[in-house]
């Protein structure tokens, strides 16, 4: 995953709007987008890092922290390629870093005989976190 992210990163250092850590994407309800995420991708996050029990219905990702990514080292592909699509002029170019880096994705979820299941990353969060209860 490291080294497939290496390439992406090295991919979007050649377009010219960098992401800003303004936080923004994460708020998905705010930014009105959803991020999915593959098995792959979800395993390289929780193999490191963790997260306390979401709120119910949250649409904020539990790992921004102080409005900034806590782990932006293994952030998710849709984490680093959506602040590209604020730029009209790289929309495309970011789509098609995109879609490569997918189908790559896809091939190391076979190569390492992985279920390909491309989820709503707060889904996934809420399975490997849990809930917060919320006293009545």
């Given at each position: 995953?490291?080294?497939?992210?290496?390439?992406?990163?090295?991919?979007l250092s050649k377009l010219s709007s960098p992401c800003t850590s303004c936080g923004f994407?994460?708020?998905?309800?705010?930014?009105?987008?959803?991020?999915?995420?593959?098995?792959?991708?979800?395993?390289?996050?929780?193999?490191?890092?963790?997260?306390?029990?979401?709120?119910?219905?949250?649409?904020?990702?539990?790992?921004?922290?102080?409005?900034?990514?806590?782990?932006?080292?293994?952030?998710?592909?849709?984490?680093?390629?959506?602040?590209?699509?604020?730029?009209?002029?790289?929309?495309?170019?970011?789509?098609?870093?995109?879609?490569?880096?997918?189908?790559?994705?896809?091939?190391?979820?076979?190569?390492?005989?992985?279920?390909?299941?491309?989820?709503?990353?707060?889904?996934?969060?809420?399975?490997?976190?849990?809930?917060?209860?919320?006293?009545?």
């Amino acid at each position: 995953m490291a080294d497939l992210y290496e390439n992406v990163a090295r991919e979007l250092s050649k377009l010219s709007s960098p992401c800003t850590s303004c936080g923004f994407c994460c708020h998905f309800d705010a930014a009105e987008h959803s991020l999915y995420a593959s098995n792959l991708e979800t395993f390289y996050v929780f193999d490191k890092y963790q997260a306390e029990p979401m709120l119910p219905r949250s649409e904020v990702c539990p790992f921004l922290v102080e409005n900034k990514c806590s782990i932006r080292d293994r952030r998710m592909l849709g984490c680093r390629t959506y602040f590209r699509l604020h730029n009209k002029e790289e929309r495309v170019k970011a789509e098609e870093i995109y879609e490569r880096t997918l189908v790559a994705l896809k091939k190391l979820h076979k190569k390492y005989d992985v279920n390909w299941d491309y989820q709503n990353c707060m889904n996934a969060f809420e399975e490997e976190f849990g809930l917060e209860e919320i006293a009545e």
